[in-house]
Each structure stands twice: as C-alpha cells, then as structure tokens.
C-alpha cells in the first residue's frame, strides 16, 4: 500500500497449506537496500531522490471491464462496494486521490508520493513505491527471473507467460499509449519513466531479495515500511497454497498498550 499516505505498519503472513510442487514462496525486498544500490549512480539519485511519482490507475465500469488489459483489476464498482459517485468521490478524498470518470463511465484515480521516504523510526531513506507493481513491464521480467531460477522443464511455464505478457504489451502500446492501460507510474508531470531507469529498478530490486521456500505453519513478520513482499507463482491446483495474511497499523511495541489496534487488523487469503 506504498501508494497510501499511511500505509500498515506491519505485515503478517501464515503457510497455511503447502502442497504445491515448485513455487509459491513471498519474495522479501529490503527497499532501503535497493536506494542503496539505487543511488549507486548519482544521475540516478539526482533525477528521483526529491521527486514525486504519479500513479494512475484506470478502473473500467463493472459492464465493460477490459479482458485483454492485464493491469485493469476490479471495476470501480466493486472496487469501492458502491456505484453511487458521491461516496466515490468521498472515498476518494478521504485517500486524497483525484478521482474522474469519462464518457464511458471509467474511473481514473491519480494521486503523488514521493520515490524515497523516510522510515519514520530510523529515519533511512527507503525506495518506498508502488512502481514495481503498477508497471506495464513488470510481469513479463518478474517471469522471465522465474523461469531461470526454476530452470528446466519446470521453467518454460513461467518462459512463456513472460513471453506472452511481452508480446501483448507491445501490442496494446502499438494502439494505446501507456497512461491507458490499467496501471502506470510516471514523474509528477506525466512523463513517463525510462525504460533503462525502470530495468535499473528491477535489479535492485531483484538484488536485494530473499527467497525462502515456506514450511507449513510458518510465520513472517515484516517491517512493511521498509520490506517489500510479493507471490511467487506456483506449480499444482490453485487451493494447494493458501498464505493467510494480517497487517496493523501500529509496530509490535504498541500492541500491548493499544489493545484497540489488533481489531483494526484485516485477513485474507492469497
């Protein structure tokens, strides 16, 4: 939630079961290694370090969801549990989100955060953002990485899904430009984010992240300012792997003296 202004303090994740074959681990990143590396090349630094990023975020009508942009996720509708506008708008503010709606009846929430904040307990600089998620070229690498720690056989799954993603890309930007896909980050003023500046993010990235095979009952705890988490795609039946997962918006020190934040906690199931 690093696009929020108060995102949860703590992530919580429990193996819950593990009966698929390869895959399924959550990746941990620690993003103030990655500004580490980041910032390793000074006109790097220069060009992000007190910048902003805009993230837009394009939800279609739950009539017309798009079924060949992967980045359009859920409608707007069902995204904030209502279709009166009003309460949108609302929710909207409430997030400080600038929230608008064309002529086909779809919602684009744009909002500013900065690339790099500060933790607000050590006070380092985290390469806190949103932009490895939102990324038209995200999934496709992300796969393609897959497919050569998997290796093999096993590998050509994750291969081609890297090279499907590739080539739909490429075909959507022939007819749209980025900024109407389902998701994208650019600067402040809409310019959109170099292709070598964002591959230079994704091996920090990669750099600087933990990968370990869970054990049923497992449990991570993670300092969600500071360590970024994701799902490794997994060979079997989908209900194979279940992760339930919990965060707070409060570190583990507060729990005990501010009994009320544990009911603010949210589960789900990956």
Not at 240 to 259: E, F, G, I, K, N
């Amino acid at each position: 939630m690093s696009f929020r202004d108060a995102p949860p303090q703590m992530q919580i994740f429990y193996a819950s079961r593990m009966d698929q074959k390869i895959g399924g681990e959550t990746p941990l990143t620690d993003f103030h290694g990655v500004w580490v590396t980041l910032q390793e090349q000074e006109s790097f630094r220069k060009r992000y370090e007190d910048k902003q990023v805009k993230y837009i975020r394009n939800n279609d009508d739950c009539s017309s969801t798009s079924k060949i942009d992967p980045l359009v996720q859920k409608c707007w509708q069902e995204m904030f549990k209502t279709d009166n506008r009003t309460a949108v708008l609302e929710a909207c503010a409430a997030e400080k989100f600038e929230c608008t709606w064309d002529e086909r009846n779809r919602l684009t929430m744009t909002n500013l955060q900065p690339f790099v904040r500060r933790h607000p307990v050590s006070d380092k600089p985290v390469w806190f953002n949103h932009i490895n998620v939102l990324h038209k070229d995200s999934m496709a690498l992300d796969y393609e990485r897959t497919a050569v720690l998997w290796g093999g056989l096993y590998g050509l799954w994750p291969m081609m899904l890297g090279i499907y993603y590739r080539s739909l890309f490429g075909l959507l930007g022939l007819f749209w430009p980025e900024t109407a896909l389902g998701s994208t980050t650019t600067f402040e003023r809409g310019e959109t984010i170099p292709p070598e500046d964002f591959y230079a993010m994704k091996r920090a990235i990669w750099r600087n992240s933990f990968h370990q095979p869970y054990q049923v009952h497992d449990v991570i705890v993670i300092d969600n300012l500071r360590v970024g988490h994701g799902r490794e795609i997994y060979t079997g039946p989908k209900v194979s792997r279940q992760v339930m997962t919990a965060w707070s918006d409060l570190y583990p020190a507060h729990w005990v003296s501010d009994r009320s934040t544990l009911s603010d906690a949210t589960s789900a199931v990956q």
